[in-house]
């Protein structure tokens, strides 16, 4: 699978956008991007996937470049409770259900 | 729909020990995998169960082993417990559609003294 590199951390104002950048500058032509989010102490949760397209379902919006070489999650109205690592996946639908989890992006969300 | 469920929650364990955990998925669920999370090394892929055969398999000694049952119901197993197996250990379970997304439980976390 393709590695994938996101900032260590950021912070964002409740209410505000948050917009979460991954670059995946190997990624090919059969990988998708699947984003999940760890909540602390708990298991991670499935936020959004996709191919090429841009995405979006009740929790966030997923661009994704033209050249597929990187891509953002959006968070629209961050909440208090948004605040979690969030973690960018390449992975390889053929490969199975095998995630190769990086350092992802430790989100502060602050009132 | 219930979700995965990971028992037991808490285990404490000395060195030279042998533990087995569970994993029940979501009804109807084929596919259940296994991480372990730790401090220094993050998430980690374990291994992955299909309809009862392992699928895929990460980089970790043979000490740590799996199984499925035909009920989906997996198990881990880890021997000769180390001190470095202190971790939190998640399962996974997803549908037959590969595209599909992973549900996790809440873990298990084991110490080891």
């Known amino acids: 699978d393709a590695k994938t590199t996101q900032p260590p951390s950021m912070d964002c104002a409740e209410g505000r956008a948050a917009n979460l950048p991954c670059n995946h500058s190997t990624i090919s032509g059969n990988e998708y991007v699947y984003w999940y989010r760890q909540i602390h102490s708990q298991g991670p949760q499935y936020i959004i996937h996709?191919?090429?397209n841009n995405e979006t379902n009740e929790m966030a919006s997923l661009i994704i470049t033209e050249d597929r070489k990187s891509s953002t999650l959006i968070l629209p109205h961050a909440t208090l409770r948004d605040t979690a690592v969030y973690y960018c996946?390449?992975?390889?639908?053929?490969?199975?259900?095998?995630?190769?989890f990086g350092g992802g992006t430790r989100v502060l969300v602050k009132p | 729909k219930a979700g995965v469920t990971q028992t037991p929650r808490y285990l404490i364990k000395t060195r030279g020990q042998q533990v087995t955990l569970s994993c029940s998925p979501i009804s109807g669920h084929r596919s259940v995998s296994w991480y372990q999370q730790t401090p220094g090394q993050g998430l980690q892929f374990l291994f992955e169960y299909f309809s009862e055969t392992q699928r895929n398999k990460g980089n970790f000694p043979g000490r740590f082993s799996g199984r499925q049952f035909s009920n989906s119901r997996s198990e881990m197993n880890v021997s000769t417990l180390e001190l470095g197996d202190s971790a939190l250990y998640l399962c996974?379970?997803?549908?037959?559609?590969?595209?599909?997304?992973?549900?996790f439980g809440p873990g298990t976390r084991l110490t080891v003294l």
């Open positions: 996709g191919l090429k």
């Open positions: 996974a379970s997803s549908t037959d559609r590969a595209v599909d997304e992973q549900f």
């Open positions: 996946i390449v992975r390889a639908i053929a490969a199975g259900n095998k995630l190769t």
